[in-house]
T-cell receptor, first 112, second 115 residues
Framework: GESVGLHLPTLSVQEGDNSIINCAYS??????FIWYKQESGKGPQFIID?????DKRQGQRVTVLLNKTVKHLSLQIAATQPGDSAVYFC???????????FGGGTRLMVKP | KAGVTQTPRYLIKTRGQQVTLSCSPI?????VSWYQQTPGQGLQFLFE???????NKGNFPGRFSGRQFSNSRSEMNVSTLELGDSALYLC??????????????FGPGTRLTVL
């Protein structure tokens, strides 16, 4: 698809399994961290966010974990479905919420 | 409610030319941000406009510029195109309230190819 890069790490999972996508961030002063999903031919779509004073946040089938000690963010997707196949990006929020710094992205492939 | 729209969706230009891309934000949103997406550099922030003023700017050369109109629609311009400007240009709109995280809604992007 036009929106995905050629050099992305890829995670391949079986349908129904849980997926864990990881991200390392750089700025310990970031206020928010966000996960986006980008499908082929589309712009990034918001999945879930977490404030820097939290360790964990849950949404529908997704959980985000934040480890500020090692500057690590993860996205867990429960019962992965074929529709979850996409590129996933983490992003940090800078400048009072008006600028996003994106990570490199991970391609998730779900095998039926 | 209509989403963020970007025009054109695809564009082919040659080196040295200039290009203008357009973005219409979600109704009621006053902030428009622009991002460049390439395989090598990923997603990078270009600039953000709020109430017709550039409020934030990324690390791109002056060939990249933008503006915002009173109806919040935004355009970005790239002059003297280079091969490396080939990318997907994404626009995102948000409420733009200062000091808080505003969820950004992305458009489908404009795919620019420079030959």
């Amino acid at each position: 698809g036009e929106s995905v890069g050629l050099h992305l790490p890829t995670l391949s999972v079986q349908e129904g399994d849980n997926s864990i996508i990881n991200c390392a961030y750089s700025n310990s002063a970031s206020d928010y961290f966000i996960w986006y999903k980008q499908e082929s031919g589309k712009g990034p779509q918001f999945i879930i966010d977490i404030r820097s004073n939290m360790d964990k946040r849950q949404g529908q089938r997704v959980t985000v974990l934040l480890n500020k000690t090692v500057k690590h963010l993860s996205l867990q997707i429960a019962a992965t479905q074929p529709g979850d196949s996409a590129v996933y990006f983490c992003a940090e929020v800078h400048n009072a919420g008006n600028m996003l710094t994106f990570g490199g992205g991970t391609r998730l492939m779900v095998k039926p | 409610k209509a989403g963020v729209t970007q025009t054109p969706r695809y564009l082919i230009k040659t080196r040295g030319q200039q290009v203008t891309l357009s973005c219409s934000p979600i109704s009621g949103h006053r902030s428009v941000s622009w991002y460049q997406q390439t395989p090598g550099q990923g997603l990078q922030f270009l600039f953000e406009y709020f109430s017709e003023t550039q409020r934030n700017k990324g690390n791109f050369p002056g060939r990249f510029s933008g503006r915002q109109f009173s109806n919040s629609r935004s355009e970005m311009n790239v002059s003297t195109l280079e091969l490396g400007d080939s990318a997907l240009y994404l626009c995102a709109s948000s409420g733009g309230l200062a000091g808080v995280w505003n969820e950004q809604f992305f458009g489908p992007g404009t795919r620019l190819t420079v030959l």
